[in-house]
């Protein structure tokens, strides 16, 4: 069984930063692809950011392309969000995921995940 733990979420103010962690358990690292979703109040639960399980293939949503950073240090079993210029809409709580893939591939499909933490909150204030 694969526990995830999310760190690092808070209230910052727009065009602001915040780096959350997740740190994993239970399976082997460098064989899961990781991912971050976001879900905001009364919306459901949306792709943000993926990495495969070498780290060499990342894919993100649109909206976060060239402010966010998803990374991850296999030695430490750790992936981390970087999320840069924040904006309100940005506001949500923020869940990894993991997902058995040594191949490589990714997923931006939140189906397709099998392991999930209980997410950390990110609130940006205009």
């Known amino acids: 069984q694969v526990r995830l733990v999310e760190s690092g979420g808070g209230l910052v103010q727009a065009g602001g930063s915040l780096r959350l962690s997740c740190a994993t358990s239970?399976?082997?690292?460098?064989?899961?692809?990781m991912g971050w979703f976001r879900q905001a109040p009364g919306k459901e639960r949306e792709f943000v950011a993926t990495?495969?399980?070498?780290?060499?293939?990342?894919y993100y949503k649109d909206a976060v392309k060239g402010r966010f950073t998803i990374s991850r240090d296999n030695a430490k079993n750790t992936v981390v969000l970087q999320m840069n210029s924040l904006k309100p809409e940005d506001t949500a709580v923020y869940s990894c995921?993991?997902?058995?893939?040594?191949?490589?591939?990714?997923?931006?499909?939140?189906?397709?995940?099998?392991?999930w933490g209980r997410g950390t909150q990110v609130t940006v204030s205009s």
């Open positions: 239970g399976g082997t690292f460098r064989t899961y692809a």
């Open positions: 995921t993991a997902d058995y893939r040594p191949t490589n591939d990714i997923s931006s499909v939140r189906g397709t995940y099998e392991y």
């Open positions: 990495i495969s399980a070498s780290g060499g293939r990342t």
